[in-house]
C-alpha cells in the first residue's frame, strides 16, 4: 500500500493543486450538517467532510468503535494513540484513492459520507484541556524587548536557556468565526497617575501556531524528546488575541493574565504531525547551546507559509499585513513540550501549545500590530485612507498556513475572528 503521504496520490474526488485539503493531507475536524445530527468527527478532502463516524458504522474502519467519531471532540479518538492515528490515516487515504473501488464505487455510502464543505458547520475539533502559550521567536522577542527595554537588553537572560511561556485559559478558546468582544480591564497609560477601568484601546493579534497534544504524561515524570514528539497529535493555526494596554499594567511581576485571558481562536482543521512530515526541517542554531534534557537531535521545526489579511468595515477584501513562516522559530514545539514536563508537569489529552508569535527577520513578516505598527507610531495602510495601529469593532482578521509541496499543498484553512464592541 503507498504511503499517506505519497505526492502522486491522487483521490476519487476531484482537489484544486490550491486547495489546502488533497489526499495528502487529511486533516481532522468537528462538524454538523443539516441533517440534524449532533456534532461529529470527519475528514476535510478536497470541498467536502468525510463523515468518520458514517464509514465506522458501516464497519469500514476497524480498530476505532463507531461513537469514538460520533463524541463531538477528537479527544477519545486521539486517546487512542499514535499507532491507531496511523493505521486510521492509511485506512482513510486507501478508502479516498482513485484506484480504490470500495468507497468510489458504493453510491449509497458515499451520499452518507461525503459531506459538502459549503453545507456544514465546523465545531472546536477537540475538549481543550489546559492552554499554555509560549514566546519563541526569537525575532518577536527581539522586537518587543527593543521596544520596552532598548536595543541593548532586548532579549531577557533567561530566553536563550529555555522556551518561555505563561499558563492561559483553556475555558476562552474558541473556533474561528467566532466573534471577539473587545475586553475591558484595567488600563494606566504612562503619563496617568492612577489606573482607570474601561474597554482596552490597544487590541492586538498574535499569529501563532497550535499544539494539539494527543497523549498524556504522569505528574513527576519527564519527556525525552522522541516521547514529547509521539505525544504531538496536530497542529492548528492560532489567534492569540491580545489587550496590548491591559498586559502592559499588570505583566509584572507574573506575566500576562487578564490582557490574554478574554480569548485566544484556532483553525478548526487539524492538520496531522504526520502529514507534516515531508515539510520538516531544522529551526536555527541555537547558541549557547541548551542545557542536556532540551537538547534536540531531530529537525523538530517545519515550513510552514503563513499570511496574515485584515479587513476593515467597508473594505472588499482584506488586506495582507504579514507574510512569515513557521520555520524561523527559535524553540521548536518538541523542545516546549519536553520543557513543560520538565518539572514534573502533567500532560493532559487535549493541551492546547501556542507557539508564541511568529514573526521573521524582514519588517514584512511581523506577527502582530505591536510590531507592525512599531507600538502604535508607524500606521498600517489597509486601503485609501483607512489606517490603524491597533484593531478596532468591526475589523476581521484572518490567518491562513500551508506547506507548499510540489503541485499540492497541505493547508491549515483559516482562522477568522471579527472585533465586536465592548459591552
Ligand atoms: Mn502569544
Redo the contacts with the bound molecule.
Sequence with gaps: MPHPNDPKLRSFIDVAPTSDFPIQNLPYGVFSAKDGLAPRVGVAIGDHVLDLWQLAQDCRIDLVEPAVFAAGSLNPFMALGPQVWSRTRARISELLRHDHPELRDNDKLRQRALVPMADVTLHMPFTVAGYT???SSREHATNVGVMFRGKDNALQPNWLHMPIGYN?RASTVVVSGTGIRRPRGQLKPPAADLPSFGPCKRLDF?L?MGVVVGQASPMGEMLTEAQAEAMIFGFVI?N?W?ARDIQQWEYVPLG?FQG?AFGTSISPWVVTREALEPFRLHGPAQEPEPLAYLKQASANNYDVELDVALRAPGMNEAKSICRTNFKYMYWSSVQQLVHHASSGCAMNIGDLL????ISGPEKSQRG?LLEISWNGSEPVELAAGVKRTFLEDGDSLVMRGWCQGDGYRIGFGEVEGTILAAE
Design positions: 502559550d509560549f514566546y492561559g498574535e501563532e492560532l492569540d491580545s500576562p490574554k501556542g507557539s508564541g508569535t502582530s
